[in-house]
T-cell receptor, first 114, second 114 residues
């Protein structure tokens, strides 16, 4: 049972435009959501996170939006750059129990075309 | 200066053999993790140690045994390797094991079983 889902396996965007990556989750106990970026043959790199008490968090070109009622979050990248081409993973964790256990989605491959 | 380093990067071996993967972090973090990324690119947690103590132990065959000699190192030993163990194994660390703490990943060890 996959608790974190990224339904778009890939996304292609023109340089300079906005990239929107989506993530859905099923477990209402999740308190934190994180986005990671992964290049081939490298490990995932932390990008940005959001707590469930917020609905938006911004860091430079990256903004994460959380809609708790819809159990949906999205990562906006604007403007998109060719160096942003990578696989993006959404991850979630819950307070209590085995804390900081990250549950990952299956990733979305973003291709930014020059 | 690599923050989380894993060795070896590639490991090719025969079914039935025993092998180890080493992980070291120089970030001064308290918590370390092992994740497995299978052929479907799904990243799933296996183990977590906090200050050398096991805190997360997912449903993993007991052929897999993690060992943490100190809080900067978390090694993974695998006995009697099977074809299904072929995957990329990622080590990660976080400052503490509080939910929402970003985890820093190594570049992975690609294990191939012949």
């Amino acid at each position: 049972d996959q608790q974190v889902k990224q339904n778009s396996p890939s996304l292609s965007v023109q340089e300079g435009r906005i990239s929107i990556l989506n993530c859905d989750y099923t477990n209402s106990m999740f308190d934190y959501f994180l986005w990671y970026k992964k290049y081939p043959a490298e490990g995932p790199t932390f990008l940005i996170s959001i707590s469930s008490i917020k609905d938006k968090n911004e860091d430079g070109r990256f903004t994460v939006f959380l809609n708790k009622s819809a159990k949906h979050l999205s990562l906006h990248i604007v403007p998109s750059q060719p160096g942003d081409s990578a696989v993006y993973f959404c991850a979630a964790s819950a307070e209590g129990g085995a804390t900081n256990k990250l549950i990952f989605g299956t990733g979305t491959l973003l291709a930014v075309q020059p | 200066d690599t923050a989380v380093s894993q060795t070896p990067k590639y490991l090719v071996t025969q079914m039935g053999n025993d092998k180890s993967i080493k992980c070291e972090q120089n970030l001064g973090h308290d918590t370390m993790y092992w994740y497995k990324q299978d052929s479907k690119k799904f990243l799933k947690i296996m183990f977590s140690y906090n200050n050398k103590e096991l805190i997360i132990n997912e449903t993993v065959p007991n052929r897999f045994s993690p060992k943490s000699p100190d809080k900067a190192h978390l090694n993974l030993h695998i006995n009697s390797l099977e074809l299904g163990d072929s995957a990329v194994y990622f080590c990660a660390s976080s400052q503490v094991f509080t939910a929402g703490q970003p985890q820093h990943f190594g570049d992975g060890t690609r294990l191939s079983i012949l």
